[in-house]
């Protein structure tokens, strides 16, 4: 506060949902007091501002979104001072940006395109401007942004007769945009937000996990419900043992997934990825209009999952988001530190998913050592379809408390006759959970170890310690096990598909079609003479030994050759 107020550069971090709006917000605004009434634009005793005055303040920010964000926190603290604030950014009509310039506008918010604009057709005058802020400076000082910003800052400030103050903020501020900031600022002040937690990038509100997945986008797509199924009741569940209120509204929560391009962005949402939750997308081929309305949606909570490039990752401020999943590695540890950072935000607890395929596992190791400061990754493998639903119904039950007496008591008469009608309570009961939490579809299984569908991942273990198991002992036992069932009422085929080894258990892990699956582990239960145990694995998690540590694309198969599966695994 104290070197904004006096005119200082500053070059801040701090990690993304902190405030960084209000901290050079306020100062900035509370000097441009006494700057306003030196230039004689200011009635000090009545607090108006003159008409037609020219900008003192600039805020450049990388995207539509953020800009109309700032300006509206920025507006907050202005306008009772008697400052006036606008926001101009692509999209939108010239009309009312042109007429807030004739009227007089104190402090400007943007984006570098349409300022420029404006500077090119003469309607802006930027040269008795005392203060610049680049808001998310590393990306406005990257190579795509810096010859925008070093033409708009050109002549900002001529007329003052001294240097104008010049601000850089963001959650990462890597050592290249500091040498390029040193173009823009004369001896800056470093502040580190981070510091009180060893200088950590990352929000200590979110958890970060890493889930291996089969590439391609359709794998990701046959996971998404379940993974946003699972972790949704993971804080439900907290929340009310905390004391909260799970409401219908909310049971689904709120999830952004960040997509690399705008088609695959329109693809998971109009494709089959979404049946029990609701999803809209949000990039840059989409009206200005349109993006507002996307935004406003999900902030009400009229969907549940909003699917984005990165126009929506830099500095979005969205209340209670519970998750936030990137189908894949970013380019940069800088691109997922903001990613993550829309979750776990003003000191709520949140989640960060990161997808990645076999072969992308040195990009989790490059990124664990790049956060530095003990950061690591939750490794695991995305949860069995079933495990989703347990989790769907845990979340169903908690809501149940919430439903008014009033609105029971309308239902009661029809809860009479249908129990009256039931042969089995419970099964109803049941079918009455899977309609609240919209699982009204059959139950397809899929395989833990490539994602395909109607498979079901075995663990087939040695009953007594002994040499470690091998995949031919998978071969050879299945198949001796499925002669065995023959010509009875749980004959299976010993169709096996991929198996590996699995270490943490000294077992192996192997694939079959689910009916054949549920036969062969119902079969072996009653074979004394069988010296192994069969079952199904709900989930699997990576032990770290040598991940990460192979070439890339050895293999481009999910899972790899085993060795650095761990533990996990369970009927």
Not at 354 to 360: A, E, I, R, T, Y
Request: some cysteine.
């Amino acid at each position: 506060f104290e070197p904004v107020l006096a005119g200082r550069d500053v070059v801040g971090r701090s990690r993304t949902g902190t405030g960084k709006t209000l901290a050079f917000g306020l100062p900035s605004i509370m000097r441009l007091v006494d700057l306003t009434i030196e230039k004689g634009t200011r009635n000090p005793s009545k607090g108006r501002m003159a008409p037609g005055r020219a900008v003192s303040m600039v805020v450049l920010c990388p995207t539509r979104e953020l800009a109309r964000q700032v300006q509206e926190e920025i507006d907050a603290v202005a306008r009772p001072l008697g400052f006036q604030s606008a926001v101009f950014h692509g999209g939108v009509s010239y009309t009312p940006q042109l007429d807030a310039l004739r009227n007089g506008l104190d402090i400007l918010v943007g984006t570098p395109g349409r300022i420029m604009d404006h500077q090119s057709q003469g309607s802006i005058d930027l040269s008795e401007c005392n203060t610049v802020v680049l808001d998310e400076a590393d990306e406005m000082l990257n190579m795509g942004f810096a010859e925008n910003v070093e033409e708009i800052v050109n002549n900002v400030g001529s007329a003052n007769g001294e240097k104008t103050q010049f601000l850089l903020f963001s959650a990462t501020t890597p050592d290249w945009v500091k040498k390029i900031g040193r173009r823009y600022t004369d001896n800056p002040l470093s502040i580190d937000a981070t510091g009180d937690e060893g200088g950590a990038r990352t929000a200590s509100t979110v958890r970060h996990m890493a889930i291996r997945i089969a590439p391609g986008l359709n794998a990701r797509k046959a996971v998404i419900e379940d993974i946003i199924a699972v972790e949704i009741s993971k804080s439900s569940a907290e929340k009310k043992a905390g004391g909260g209120v799970v409401d219908q509204k909310k049971m689904f929560g709120k999830t952004i997934i960040f997509c690399e391009t705008k088609k695959a962005a329109d693809e998971l949402v109009t494709g089959n990825a979404f049946s029990t939750l609701t999803a809209q997308s949000l990039h840059g081929d989409h009206s200005q209009r349109q993006r507002d309305m996307t935004l406003d949606g999900f902030r009400s909570g009229a969907f549940n999952v909003l699917v984005a490039t990165d126009v929506a990752a830099r500095g979005i401020d969205i209340k209670e988001v519970d998750l936030v999943i990137q189908l894949d590695p970013p380019r940069d540890v800088d691109t997922y530190v903001h990613r993550s950072g829309r979750t776990g935000r003003a000191g709520k607890k949140g989640v960060s998913i990161l997808f990645f395929s076999h072969d992308q596992a040195r990009d989790i190791t490059d990124f664990e050592r790049d956060l530095g400061h003990g950061f690591q990754f939750e490794l695991t493998g995305p949860p069995a379809a079933e495990a989703a639903l347990a989790a769907s119904a845990e979340t169903s039950s908690l809501v149940l408390d919430t439903i008014p007496d009033s609105t029971t008591a309308v239902f009661k008469a029809k809860a009479t006759e249908l129990l009256s009608e039931s042969k089995d309570p419970t099964e109803l009961v049941a079918r009455c959970l899977a309609a609240i939490c919209r699982r009204s579809k059959q139950v397809d299984s899929r395989s833990l170890l490539t994602g395909e569908m109607g498979m079901v991942t075995v663990e087939m273990r040695s009953i007594e310690s002994g040499s470690p198991l091998t995949v031919s002992d998978v071969m050879s036992t299945v198949s001796r096990l499925a002669e065995m069932s023959s010509g009875g009422d749980l004959e299976f085929k010993s169709e096996v598909g991929k198996a590996q080894p699995y270490p943490a258990n000294e077992s192996i892990i192997f694939d079959m079609r689910a009916s054949e699956a549920r036969k062969l582990i119902e079969f072996s239960s009653d074979q004394e003479s069988i010296e192994y145990s069969f079952s199904a694995v709900t989930a699997l998690e990576i032990d770290r030994g040598n991940f990460g540590s192979e070439r890339r694309g050895r293999n481009d198969g999910y899972g790899g050759y085993g060795g650095d599966w761990g533990g996990g695994g369970g009927g």
